[in-house]
T-cell receptor, first 114, second 114 residues
Framework: NAGVTQTPKFQVLKTGQSMTLQCAQD?????MYWYRQDPGMGLRLIYY???????DKGEVPNGYNVSRLNKREFSLRLESAAPSQTSVYFC?????????????FGSGTRLTVV | AQSVAQPEDQVNVAEGNPLTVKCTYS??????LFWYVQYPNRGLQFLLK??????LVKGSYGFEAEFNKSQTSFHLKKPSALVSDSALYFC????????????FGSGTRLLVRP
């Protein structure tokens, strides 16, 4: 039972480079989310996908794009990385509108932009 | 506005002593409340939730939480702390405006000293 799988686990980018963070879940969850975690700021929602085929902006969407490729996969793209995007990124999934069971989180991607 | 507050950045407790990590919330309607734990270099793990029913909720690893509607609080407790409980703890509430989303507190670091 893999749950939520994120790749890569670590990445170093130069300013201006692009990359895509991958996320896949095997729990047949409808909703998926991307968060960033910074010291002293808790978790901030970047984008979410309430269901397959839909995506919506969260609290801090600037500089990011997402794709809900299918029900299992939800990717996060940085088109032109900036040092301010240095963070730990978490993907999560949930059973959707009921959300009775909260989220299941991936193990995170630690991104450094130099 | 809906929100979750964790008033303590850090809680220190001696092993074997009881611990409390505080959480207060502000949300319209009936709250769906959650606690998550994050160990170093790991994703967040679900501890327990309150949806309805008994105000005292029991969860994983011997943790419990008490829902208090009049004080709008959902404090996390454990009767006897272990060194291995040292971690970052997040309180969360389901967003009443968008039930797909959870609103997270800023986190409280728990340090249990031997």
């Amino acid at each position: 039972n893999a749950g939520v799988t994120q790749t890569p686990k670590f990445q170093v980018l130069k300013t201006g480079q692009s990359m895509t963070l991958q996320c896949a879940q095997d729990m047949n969850h409808n909703s998926m989310y991307w968060y960033r975690q910074d010291p002293g700021m808790g978790l901030r929602l970047i984008y979410y996908s309430a269901s397959e085929g839909t995506t919506d902006k969260g609290e801090v969407p600037n500089g990011y794009n997402v794709s809900r490729l299918n029900k299992r996969e939800f990717s996060l793209r940085l088109e032109s990385a900036a040092p301010s995007q240095t963070s730990v990124y978490f993907c999560a999934s949930s059973d959707g509108a009921t959300n009775n069971y909260g989220y299941t989180f991936g193990s995170g991607t630690r991104l450094t932009v130099v | 506005a809906q929100s979750v507050a964790q008033p303590e950045d850090q809680v220190n407790v001696a092993e074997g002593n009881p611990l409390t990590v505080k959480c207060t919330y502000s949300v319209s309607g009936n709250p769906y409340l959650f606690w998550y734990v994050q160990y170093p270099n790991r994703g967040l793990q679900f501890l327990l939730k309150y949806i309805t029913g008994d105000n005292l909720v029991k969860g994983s690893y011997g943790f419990e939480a008490e829902f208090n509607k009049s004080q709008t609080s959902f404090h996390l407790k454990k009767p006897s702390a272990l060194v291995s409980d040292s971690a970052l703890y997040f309180c969360a509430v389901r967003d009443a405006d968008s039930s797909y989303k959870l609103i997270f507190g800023s986190g409280t670091r728990l340090l249990v000293r031997p």
